[in-house]
């Protein structure tokens, strides 16, 4: 080979040499922009993923806060729907109790009425029963005769003038007369009894009659008698 084989040799070598340099060099230089690219994709992946989990955590934690408000405002409901059912079984027992407290106050004035009127009767019967034995041991006979012996020449008689029912309730019936006029009868369950009704009944007769004759006589002493006939009765 001649020197200048030599010469071209080299040079091509040399030119080979610097392509495969250039060459490397720009491979190296893409690859290094390709991995820059890589990393940029990457670190844009990435904080896409970092800003997604944000906000997806931001979402549940929004989610979370709205279901927190939820259950408080559901249990708040329920407390104040159980508070309202309460105060309305408080007021429904309220009302009970009261209305018995009215019932028993109705009932306890009707029995105090009661009782004021059961007393009542008790005293008018106890009233009644006085005036009874009261009347029982008065003397009729006693006070008419008292009554027509003021004047003189007055003369009383009891006269049998019927009896009725029978032997074991027997009623007999008894007249008073005045100088043979009668006075007043009188029934009674025993023959005593019958004197004392018909000489009970005899002073109101009597002054009637003490009236018709001062009416004719015209007499002072025909109306004492009569004040003294009012006494009695």
Known sequence: MTTTGWIV??????????????????IRRRKEKNDQRKIEDAEQEALRIVNEAIKSSENKKREALLEAKEEILKNRSEYEKEVKERRAEQQK???????????????????????????????ALDKEQEEAV??????????????????????????????SGPDHAKQFTFRVTLNGKELGQGTGRSKK?????AARSAPEQLKKREKKEHARTGRCSATIHIGQVNKMI
Not at 9 to 26: K, N, Y
Not at 141 to 146: G, R
Not at 193 to 197: L, R
């Open 134 to 163: 009261e009347e029982r041991r008065r003397d009729y006979k006693t006070e008419l005769q008292e009554l027509v012996q003021r004047r003189s020449g007055q003369v009383l008689h009891y006269e049998l003038t019927g009896t």
């Open 193 to 197: 009894e019958a004197e004392q009704s």
């Open 9 to 26: 040799a080299i040079l091509s070598f040399a030119v080979a040499l610097v392509l495969g340099f250039v060459a490397c060099t720009l």
């Open 93 to 123: 027992q309220e009302r009970r109790l009261q209305q018995k407290e009215e019932n028993l106050d109705h009932k306890t004035e009707m029995i105090e009425k009661k009782e004021e009127a059961l007393a009542q009767k008790h005293a």
